[in-house]
């Protein structure tokens, strides 16, 4: 009995501590090229947890670990929805491809507290509408007040009320309540930076009272910027007129990247948390310079602050993880030699040494990217490096029999090694080299050492992809053809003119 007992307690131990979220569900009318994603809505730079297929019937399922407690971003067919998870949830959405995500229900384990959320969204809402934000922020400081204390207290008061009826956690509760918080801040920075020209008094400042009414508001700091965004959005609405000042006076020359100037310009903010000063440098960081156009110089000094400068692991692993998945492995370290599956049945190995260098393709037949418009392209890359350069073409699908389908429809007649990766986007190699829906159809060189040979490419047309296919195989490829050109400049007179007929 006592043994019995105790692997009881066992289990539920595991249960309770458990991150997995499992999902399933079914939206009429689905289309099986449409894709499922949730993603973490609170942090910084976070990717897709979980990318699901759809099938013929609008049926789905999957599960993805749950980093935290809270707010999930649901996307389908580029529309998006908030959904409250907790791990160890079982988690059922079910509702129609036509109206999401206007209507869907959440039933299972996130029942109550996405019931709530729903219904306290419409009490807000309703009353939200009957404000008049250009009325309120143009009231003398005294009136303004007054009337945030009672748009504050009403509101709480329809969070508790919806909070009766539907019986959530207490924790989604206070995210509603903190959101409210962080919302009326925002109003209250607006009227802040809107004062001046309303009062047509420049040298207008905000009372204690304002002040007092702020520091009330934002009394829990810290759970404010682990779990809502609008919060950061505040502080930097605080920070733009002093933040703009500095990066004039600090950036003659133009060219220095908005993440260098910003952490200059915290190292000034004696009156910022570190953890506010993570957030913050984060955004600016994952919002203006960490993407595929950034220059090898400028990555390595965002990895230079994100180093130096960010203290908080989770943040600090997330801007990590958000530059693996854009720029890709570096150039020199092995190929992944995750498990790859031949038409055939046999197995492939990208790390394997070759007697000539090879481009690698990443795709699914789900992806909007790659269709029959754009294979004619690949057709004449194949043809033209063909005799120097092996070709990888590596399908992403969920299923193998989709592979075999996908390959023999779009790859027919283009000469390379089709293989699968098992498994799809949660593969080994999805993972090994950071490959998410966004970033497919997607290229990279590998050496006929079994080495990265090239940072991920997009576009096959890339000047700069040429020249690697060009360096790695000793060919040279053509450049554009003249009626090209021509064509363009006989297209420009008609572009320049445009204004002139207005």
């Given at each position: 009995?006592?043994?019995?007992?105790?692997?009881?307690?066992?289990?539920?131990?595991?249960?309770?501590?458990?991150?997995?979220?499992?999902?399933?569900?079914?939206?009429?009318?689905?289309?099986?090229?449409?894709?499922?994603?949730?993603?973490?809505?609170?942090?910084?730079?976070?990717?897709?947890?979980?990318?699901?297929?759809?099938?013929?019937?609008?049926?789905?399922?999957?599960?993805?670990?749950?980093?935290?407690?809270?707010?999930?971003?649901?996307?389908?067919?580029?529309?998006?929805?908030?959904?409250?998870?907790?791990?160890?949830?079982?988690?059922?959405?079910?509702?129609?491809?036509?109206?999401?995500?206007?209507?869907?229900?959440?039933?299972?384990?996130?029942?109550?507290?996405?019931?709530?959320?729903?219904?306290?969204?419409?009490?807000?809402?309703?009353?939200?509408?009957?404000?008049?934000?250009?009325?309120?922020?143009?009231?003398?400081?005294?009136?303004?007040?007054?009337?945030?204390?009672?748009?504050?207290?009403?509101?709480?008061?329809?969070?508790?009320?919806?909070?009766?009826?539907?019986?959530p956690d207490s924790e989604?509760?206070?995210?509603?309540?903190?959101?409210?918080?962080?919302?009326?801040?925002?109003?209250?920075?607006?009227?802040?930076?809107?004062?001046?020209?309303?009062?047509?008094?420049?040298?207008?400042?905000?009372?204690?009272?304002?002040?007092?009414?702020?520091?009330?508001?934002?009394?829990?700091?810290?759970?404010?910027?682990?779990?809502?965004?609008i919060y950061r959005n505040?502080?930097?609405?605080?920070?733009?007129?002093?933040?703009?000042?500095?990066?004039?006076?600090?950036?003659?020359?133009?060219?220095?990247?908005?993440?260098?100037?910003?952490?200059?310009?915290?190292?000034?903010?004696?009156?910022?948390?570190?953890?506010?000063?993570?957030?913050?440098?984060?955004?600016?960081?994952?919002?203006?310079?960490?993407?595929?156009?950034?220059?090898?110089?400028?990555?390595?000094?965002?990895?230079?602050?994100?180093?130096?400068?960010?203290?908080?692991?989770?943040?600090?692993?997330?801007?990590?993880?958000?530059?693996?998945?854009?720029?890709?492995?570096?150039?020199?370290?092995?190929?992944?030699?995750?498990?790859?599956?031949?038409?055939?049945?046999?197995?492939?190995?990208?790390?394997?040494?070759?007697?000539?260098?090879?481009?690698?393709?990443?795709?699914?037949?789900?992806?909007?990217?790659?269709?029959?418009?754009?294979?004619?392209?690949?057709?004449?890359?194949?043809?033209?490096?063909?005799?120097?350069?092996?070709?990888?073409?590596?399908?992403?699908?969920?299923?193998?029999?989709?592979?075999?389908?996908t390959s023999s429809a779009?790859?027919?007649?283009?000469?390379?090694?089709?293989?699968?990766?098992?498994?799809?986007?949660?593969?080994?190699?999805?993972?090994?080299?950071?490959?998410?829906?966004?970033?497919?159809?997607?290229?990279?060189?590998?050496?006929?050492?079994?080495?990265?040979?090239?940072?991920?490419?997009?576009?096959?047309?890339?000047?700069?992809?040429?020249?690697?296919?060009?360096?790695?195989?000793?060919?040279?490829?053509?450049?554009?053809?003249?009626?090209?050109?021509?064509?363009?400049?006989?297209?420009?007179?008609?572009?320049?003119?445009?204004?002139?007929?207005?």
């Amino acid at each position: 009995m006592n043994k019995f007992f105790l692997m009881l307690l066992i289990a539920f131990v595991a249960m309770s501590c458990s991150k997995k979220v499992e999902v399933s569900g079914n939206f009429a009318g689905g289309s099986p090229l449409e894709r499922i994603e949730f993603i973490e809505a609170s942090g910084v730079a976070t990717l897709p947890l979980i990318n699901m297929g759809v099938d013929a019937k609008g049926n789905f399922s999957g599960s993805f670990e749950a980093p935290k407690d809270g707010m999930y971003i649901m996307t389908y067919a580029g529309k998006q929805a908030m959904i409250y998870l907790k791990g160890g949830q079982k988690v059922n959405i079910s509702g129609s491809a036509q109206s999401f995500p206007a209507q869907f229900t959440v039933a299972g384990d996130a029942k109550n507290n996405n019931q709530y959320l729903k219904e306290v969204q419409k009490l807000i809402e309703g009353y939200a509408a009957k404000i008049n934000v250009g009325e309120l922020v143009s009231k003398d400081e005294p009136a303004f007040l007054k009337e945030i204390e009672k748009i504050s207290n009403d509101l709480n008061e329809k969070i508790e009320t919806a909070a009766k009826s539907t019986s959530p956690d207490s924790e989604v509760v206070q995210w509603k309540k903190d959101e409210l918080n962080a919302s009326v801040l925002g109003l209250m920075n607006q009227y802040e930076m809107n004062r001046p020209m309303v009062s047509q008094n420049p040298n207008f400042k905000v009372s204690k009272n304002f002040t007092d009414v702020e520091a009330k508001l934002k009394k829990d700091e810290d759970r404010l910027l682990k779990n809502q965004p609008i919060y950061r959005n505040y502080l930097l609405g605080k920070l733009s007129k002093d933040f703009q000042a500095f990066a004039e006076a600090n950036n003659k020359s133009g060219t220095e990247i908005s993440s260098v100037l910003f952490s200059k310009f915290l190292d000034t903010k004696k009156d910022l948390s570190q953890l506010a000063k993570d957030y913050l440098l984060a955004f600016v960081m994952s919002n203006s310079d960490i993407n595929p156009s950034t220059s090898a110089a400028d990555a390595a000094k965002l990895t230079k602050i994100i180093d130096e400068k960010i203290k908080d692991k989770e943040i600090k692993e997330d801007l990590k993880r958000i530059q693996f998945v854009i720029s890709g492995p570096k150039i020199g370290e092995a190929a992944p030699n995750a498990k790859l599956i031949k038409a055939d049945g046999g197995d492939f190995n990208l790390s394997a040494a070759t007697e000539k260098p090879k481009l690698v393709m990443f795709y699914a037949s789900w992806n909007p990217y790659i269709s029959e418009s754009n294979i004619p392209v690949l057709r004449e890359v194949v043809k033209f490096y063909q005799p120097k350069m092996d070709f990888v073409f590596v399908n992403l699908d969920d299923t193998k029999d989709q592979f075999t389908k996908t390959s023999s429809a779009l790859l027919q007649g283009i000469p390379g090694t089709n293989v699968y990766a098992e498994n799809g986007m949660n593969s080994q190699i999805a993972k090994d080299l950071g490959i998410y829906g966004f970033k497919m159809p997607s290229y990279v060189a590998v050496g006929k050492d079994g080495k990265i040979a090239s940072k991920f490419f997009y576009n096959l047309g890339d000047p700069e992809l040429v020249t690697v296919l060009d360096n790695l195989t000793g060919l040279k490829a053509p450049t554009a053809a003249p009626q090209a050109t021509l064509q363009n400049e006989l297209l420009a007179p008609e572009t320049q003119s445009a204004p002139e007929t207005k």
